[in-house]
């Protein structure tokens, strides 16, 4: 799976479905935006967070009046949902856009079916999730975006 590059004049994201459908660049001009490499699948990028974003203590999940056992992945808890660190399919993609699709999969005790469309436009990039569960669930969904620390910052004071 090779990443796809979506680009205007002004604005370029590049997006690695065999990343966890994460945004691996996003460049404004000459300016990369992103932390573009990183050891750890939790600590570069912009990546989505699917079923659940933040943290899941001692990786165990309360809902229905029942505990279901999650995959620990930062010490004994879980972070940041199932599929940051999973390969998607590639859905279309266009000069434009790009969308990609996965499960939540085995790490996740209900079914669902996620959609994360990546758009760049005159007025710069807009991602979009949507998740189609085929059962009641609980979910959360965000991003993580790991931006380059500036080398200076003007507040326009």
């Known amino acids: 799976m090779r ?4 680009e205007n004049a002004d604005v370029s994201a590049t997006v690695s479905a065999a990343d966890g459908a994460r945004l691996t660049s996003l460049r404004m001009g000459d300016v990369e935006l992103l932390v573009t490499h990183g050891g750890e699948p939790l600590s570069w990028g912009c990546y989505p967070m699917v079923p659940y974003a933040g943290r899941v203590r001692d990786a165990t999940l309360h809902a229905n009046a029942r505990e279901y056992d999650l995959r620990p992945n930062s010490g004994r808890h879980s972070l940041h949902g199932t599929v940051f660190d999973v390969p998607w399919e590639t859905v279309a993609t266009t000069t434009r856009s790009a969308t990609f699709t996965t499960t939540l999969g085995d790490d996740w005790p209900f079914s669902a079916t996620v959609i994360h469309h990546v758009d760049v436009d005159a007025d710069g990039v807009t991602l979009r999730l949507v998740v189609h569960p085929d059962e009641p669930q609980p979910l959360q969904l ?13 507040h326009g004071c």
């Not at 990443?3 to 979506?6: A, E, K, Q």
Request: glycine share 6%; proline share 18%; net charge neutral.
């Open 3 to 6: 990443p796809v590059t979506i």
């Open 142 to 154: 965000g991003w993580h975006p790991w931006f380059v620390k500036p080398e200076r910052f003007d």
